[in-house]
């Protein structure tokens, strides 16, 4: 079992930066390839960006490619999503997930476990 809690959302201007946080509970952490997703009001929930058991791996939505550095950091069983440059369009509820047996999933499906979100709105 893993519980995760999302930190680090908040209101940012375009063009802005903001580092998001998951800290994730339970000693198996570096068990879980891991994911953000992100989901607007009235849009289905979608991928962002992901890494495997080691963050040795990566993959991102091409949306969010060259602004967005997914990180994690096992030791302390957390997992980052650095976001900059950001735009309008990346407003929304942000979640971390965990996922025990495939890495770099875009499908929401494949994840076991959920944070409650954070948000991140971005003005102009």
């Known amino acids: 079992q893993v519980q995760l809690v999302e930190s680090g959302g908040g209101l940012v201007q375009s063009g802005g930066s903001l580092r998001l946080s998951c800290d994730a509970s339970?000693?198996?952490?570096?068990?879980?390839?891991m994911a953000w997703f992100r989901q607007a009001p009235g849009n289905e929930r979608e991928f962002v960006a992901a890494?495997?058991?080691?963050?040795?791996?990566?993959w991102y939505a091409d949306s969010v490619k060259g602004r967005f550095t997914i990180s994690r950091d096992n030791a302390k069983n957390t997992v980052f999503l650095q976001m900059n440059s950001l735009q309008i369009d990346d407003t929304a509820a942000y979640y971390c997930?965990?996922?025990?047996?495939?890495?770099?999933?875009?499908?929401?499906?494949?994840?076991?476990?959920w944070g409650q979100g954070t948000q991140v709105t971005v003005s102009s």
């Open positions: 890494c495997n058991w080691t963050g040795g791996r990566t």
């Open positions: 339970g000693r198996t952490f570096n068990s879980y390839a």
């Open positions: 997930a965990a996922a025990r047996a495939l890495a770099g999933s875009r499908s929401p499906n494949n994840y076991d476990y």
